[in-house]
């Protein structure tokens, strides 16, 4: 039986369970060279009690409790209140339940981003006027360490009250382990989000740095969006404020939001983790609930997947406070999402970290350069995706219209 993090095999996906559980401080958990947090044993402290391999995904003998493939449906809904849709990735579902908890008394730990830091990082608040923290997906892995070991000690000290924690897949995998070793799982609701991976610190400080240099934004930013809705819920639009300058930048034309979909510069966890296909210890699952059916919403609609008895006691306690759209069959929903294994280009993302780390190109010419080993079908629809993204706005959204068309012709099944 393997008895430190260190034995296990496979890729350490930075959940930080370790570093919640070790009381030896044996784990150091920071920032490696590529830019993801990890988990690291300091061997003279460790005392092989085990502790981090019981909660750790790596450990073989550790699964999930559901098999998304099992579950039968998903709901499509949104908040009732459109201040709270708008400042949401999609519909305000992960809103919601947070509220409901704290007027149960409860508290909620969820991702913020730190704008000093410059780095997404997992808080925890117990009032509703800190929920706005929340809002909103920051396509960065979060920093869990510090508020890990804080939700446990809580746990542990205060047995009445209640939590609802959001997060990835791995960081609910992790959280939902150590509650289970600590046996206070049943005061824990657990939400995940669907999950496209997180790519690298190295890629979101350049692509600031970049913007910086520019003249676009001055270094103090006082507002991110990664999926601001100015041109609607569709168009991935990132959003930096910082004291007099604003830059929206639209996925199709954003250097940071290139690099993220090529897939050069996420987490190696990521490229073929079975949390991001179908195994959960979640509660409930939220994403955005993309394919045909709610394609032309502007506003945002949420998919909503219940996994537990407990899920849906939560669910049914914010019904009021929904539009809720319709309930479909599962598979409406993950046939739209990454729930397959992604191609690893070895040599082009050895080539991004040297050009990354010698910071002396902007991230468009680094894109350049490793692109050109990608196949030359690949760079034919990556030139043509170039040439649309020049187009202006207002036409980039109607031609998404009608590729939604065309693409989701008769897709729609009327069942559900
Ligand atoms: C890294 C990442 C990748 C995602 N990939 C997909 C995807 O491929 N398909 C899909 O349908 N949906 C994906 N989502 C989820 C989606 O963006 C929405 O969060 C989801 O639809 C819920 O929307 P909402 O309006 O209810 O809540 P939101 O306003 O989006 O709030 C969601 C909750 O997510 C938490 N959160 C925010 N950022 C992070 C983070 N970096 N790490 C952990 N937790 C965080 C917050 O605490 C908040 O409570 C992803 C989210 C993240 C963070
Ligand atoms: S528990 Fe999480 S952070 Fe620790 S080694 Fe395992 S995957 Fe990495
Ligand atoms: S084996 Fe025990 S002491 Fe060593 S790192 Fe794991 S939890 Fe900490
Ligand atoms: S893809 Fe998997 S490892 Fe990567 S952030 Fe999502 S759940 Fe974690």
């Not at 008895?3 to 920071?30: D, F, H, N, S, W």
């Not at 706005?132 to 508020?147: E, F, H, M, R, V």
């Not at 669907?194 to 520019?214: M, R």
């Not at 639009?237 to 996925?251: D, E, M």
Request: charged letters at 25%; hydrophobic letters at 30%.
């Amino acid at each position: 039986m393997p008895q430190t993090i260190m034995e296990l095999p496979g890729k350490c996906t930075g959940c930080g369970a370790c570093y919640g559980v070790c009381k030896e401080k044996a784990i150091r958990y920071q920032l490696n060279e590529k830019g993801f947090y990890e988990a690291e044993l300091n061997e003279e402290r460790c005392i092989r009690c085990g502790q981090c391999a019981r909660v750790c995904y790596k450990n073989p003998v550790n699964r999930g409790s559901y098999d998304l493939r099992q579950i039968k449906e998903v709901y499509a809904a949104q908040s009732r209140e459109k201040r709270v849709v708008k400042q949401s990735t999609s519909g305000g579902i992960a809103y919601e339940l947070a509220k409901q908890v704290l007027l149960n008394g409860g508290r909620v730990m969820g991702t913020g981003y730190n704008y000093e830091s410059r780095r997404a990082e997992t808080v925890i608040i117990d009032h509703p006027e800190q929920l706005k923290s929340l809002q909103g997906s920051k396509y960065l892995q979060s920093n869990t360490a510090d508020n890990i070991q804080r939700l446990i000690s809580e746990m542990e000290k205060d047995k009445e009250r209640n939590y609802i924690v959001f997060g990835t897949p791995c960081q609910i995998f992790g959280i939902s382990k150590a509650a289970e070793m600590k046996h206070f799982r049943d005061r824990m609701l657990l939400v995940e989000v669907f999950c496209h991976g997180v790519p690298s610190y190295l890629l979101w400080d350049n692509y600031l740095s970049d913007q910086e240099k520019a003249g676009k934004i001055s270094y103090k930013v006082n507002k991110v969006s990664f999926r601001d809705k100015r041109y609607g819920w569709g168009i991935y639009t990132l959003s930096v404020h910082s004291a007099n300058k604003t830059v929206y930048s639209t996925s199709d034309s954003c250097d940071f939001y290139k690099v993220y979909f090529d897939h050069i510069a996420l987490h190696e966890a990521c490229f073929q983790c079975n949390l991001r296909k179908y195994e959960s210890s979640a509660d409930i699952r939220l994403g955005d609930f993309w394919g045909p059916r709610y394609a032309n919403r502007k506003d945002g609609i949420s998919a909503v997947v219940i996994l537990s008895e407990r899920g849906y006691n939560l669910w049914n306690q914010v019904h009021s406070k929904l539009a809720i759209y319709g309930k479909h069959k599962i598979s409406e929903c993950i046939n739209y999402q990454s729930t397959h294994n992604y191609y690893v280009n070895n040599s082009q993302m050895k080539l991004f970290y040297q050009l990354i780390n010698e910071n002396r190109l902007s991230l468009k010419s680094i894109r350049r350069q490793y692109r050109k080993g990608f196949s030359r079908k690949k760079r034919m629809v990556l030139f043509l995706k170039d040439l649309v993204s020049q187009l202006p706005i207002p036409i980039k959204v109607l031609l998404k219209k009608v590729l939604n068309r065309l693409n989701y012709k008769g897709k729609i099944s009327d069942e559900g």
